[in-house]
């Protein structure tokens, strides 16, 4: 496949707010606490915020370890003392 045809995740979290209509609170409320941050240690920020996400991993092990995150390696940091 062309990779000028594959969406990016940002494309698609686009698309996916400019679905929820003014009528839809609670989904645009979620959505937009999940765009703040306040939901890293679900998957669907690990999909369309992968960077933030291991960020939040190297600094909380729950995160780490919901995400299947083990080693200092797989996030991009050093080991720790």
């Known amino acids: 496949m062309d990779s000028t045809l594959r969406a990016r995740p940002h494309d698609l ?22 765009e703040h941050g306040e939901y890293d240690w679900s998957h669907t920020a690990m999909r369309y915020w992968p960077d933030r996400v291991l960020a939040m991993c190297r600094e909380n092990r729950s995160f780490a370890n919901a995400h299947g995150v083990e080693t200092p390696a797989q996030i991009g940091g050093a080991a720790s003392p």
């Open 13 to 34: 979290a686009l698309a996916a707010r400019q679905l929820l209509s003014a009528d839809a609170g609670e989904p645009r409320a979620a959505w937009e606490a999940l």
